[in-house]
T-cell receptor, first 117, second 115 residues
Framework: AQTVTQSQPEMSVQEAETVTLSCTYDTSESDYYLFWYKQPPSRQMILVIR??????QNATENRFSVNFQKAAKSFSLKISDSQLGDAAMYFC??????????????FGKGTRLSVIA | GAVVSQHPSWVICKSGTSVKIECRSLDFQATTMFWYRQFPKQSLMLMATSNEGSKATYEQGVEKDKFLINHASLTLSTLTVTSAHPEDSSFYIC???????????FGPGTRLTVT
C-alpha cells in the first residue's frame, strides 16, 4: 500500500519569507498523481497544486511551487513571499492510477504552518 | 469552478436519531465521491468511496449499516448516520472528483455533535 510521510508536524515562517514543506511517499507504481492541499482554520480543504508523475517539469501556481524528485520519491512544497493568509494545515496527498479511476487520495498527517508578522 | 457544497454545515442531534448529510458538486459531474471523517488536529480518514448508481465501497472498520451512503446522481451523494451515538460526533467531509480528472475537490465539511 502507498504511504505518504510528512516529517514536519509544525513549521513557522516570517511574513514575506520563503518556506519549504517536506513530503515523501512510498509506491511501486509509475502512474500516479501528487497534490498539496491547504486546510485553514475554516477547515475547508483547498487544492494548492498538483503534479503528474509523468511530467518532469515541476508544477507552479503563483507563489506556490513544488520540487518533485521522482527517483527519491520526494514532493516538497515551496511557498514564496509568505502571507498571513498562508497560515494553515498543509496536507500532501498521493493518488494512483489514471484519471478515470476511482482510487482515493492517500494523505500524509499534515504540517501546521504558522506565519509570523 | 469546481465547487462542492455540503449541507448542513453544523448539526446537533440526540443519541439514537439519524442524521443525513448532503454533498453536491455544483458545477461539474462527479462519477466518484468520497466521504471522510476528521478528528481534531488529525488528517482525513477515508470512510467510503461511492460511484454513481452503485453501492459504496467502505473502508475497513467502517460500519456500512451505520453510515449509509447513497450516490443517486452525478451531482449528489448523501451520508446518513443512523442511530447516532456520542462517539459518532466528528467532522465529516465529502469530496468529489470531476469525471475524467485526477484532482478532488472538497466540501466545507459538516460538524456533527451527538448529545
Amino acid at each position: 500500500a502507498q504511504t505518504v510521510t510528512q516529517s514536519q508536524p509544525e513549521m513557522s515562517v516570517q511574513e514575506a519569507e520563503t518556506v519549504t514543506l517536506s513530503c515523501t511517499y512510498d509506491t511501486s507504481e509509475s502512474d500516479y498523481y501528487l497534490f498539496w492541499y491547504k486546510q485553514p482554520p475554516s477547515r475547508q480543504m483547498i487544492l494548492v497544486i498538483r503534479q503528474e508523475a509523468y511530467k518532469q517539469q515541476n508544477a507552479t501556481e503563483n507563489r506556490f511551487s513544488v520540487n518533485f524528485q521522482k527517483a527519491a520519491k520526494s514532493f516538497s512544497l515551496k511557498i514564496s513571499d509568505s502571507q498571513l493568509g498562508d497560515a494553515a494545515m498543509y496536507f500532501c496527498a498521493y493518488r494512483s492510477g489514471p484519471n478515470s479511476g476511482n482510487t482515493p487520495l492517500v494523505f500524509g498527517k499534515g504540517t501546521r504552518l504558522s506565519v509570523i508578522a | 469552478g469546481a465547487v462542492v457544497s455540503q449541507h448542513p454545515s453544523w448539526v446537533i442531534c440526540k443519541s439514537g436519531t439519524s442524521v443525513k448529510i448532503e454533498c453536491r458538486s455544483l458545477d461539474f459531474q462527479a462519477t466518484t465521491m468520497f466521504w471522510y471523517r476528521q478528528f481534531p488536529k488529525q488528517s482525513l480518514m477515508l470512510m467510503a468511496t461511492s460511484n454513481e448508481g452503485s453501492k459504496a465501497t467502505y473502508e475497513q472498520g467502517v460500519e456500512k449499516d451505520k453510515f449509509l451512503i447513497n450516490h443517486a446522481s452525478l451531482t449528489l451523494s448523501t451520508l446518513t448516520v443512523t442511530s447516532a451515538h456520542p462517539e459518532d460526533s466528528s467532522f465529516y467531509i465529502c469530496s468529489a472528483r470531476p469525471s475524467g480528472r485526477g484532482e478532488q475537490y472538497f466540501g466545507p465539511g459538516t460538524r456533527l455533535t451527538v448529545t
